[in-house]
């Protein structure tokens, strides 16, 4: 399957989430921390709300950094959550569906800085409900 994105772009208020997450987390790499940050939105059910373009990228990934060797996992989670989302409503394209969720779950995960570590943030992250 063809990802989403070739090269994910990050914004400069998007590097500062990143920083301060991993600043307080210890999570030393920015593309574990958009992993998680992706898959704490796709956990959402709401359609994730339009980004407004930020100017320039301070951050560029390719798609193999970001995803690894899971690229089939990301791209098979993304595409059955764009289908998902254009059922309700979404009229972004792949790529700009990708970026609204990856900048929500970036948010999410800046939102729970009151959580130490790394392992409480992900535990955090696990459990059910809101």
Not at 12 to 35: H, P, Y
Not at 118 to 124: C, K, N, R, Y
């Amino acid at each position: 399957m063809k990802p989403p994105v070739e090269t994910v772009r990050v914004s400069r208020r998007g590097r500062d989430q990143l920083v301060k997450i991993r600043r307080v987390t210890g999570i030393e790499n920015w593309n574990a921390i958009c992993r998680w940050a992706f898959c704490a939105s796709l956990r959402e059910p709401s359609v994730p709300p339009i980004v407004d373009k930020e100017g320039e990228n301070a951050i560029e990934l390719t798609w193999r950094t970001f995803a690894g060797d899971h690229s089939e996992v990301f791209v098979a989670a993304h595409t059955i959550r764009f289908e998902a989302d254009k059922k309700h409503g979404d009229k972004s394209e792949a790529g700009e569906n990708f970026r609204r969720h990856l900048y929500r779950g970036l948010n999410f995960l800046d939102a729970r800085l009151e959580v130490v570590d790394g392992h409480e943030l992900i535990a955090s992250l696990l459990k059910k409900g809101p």
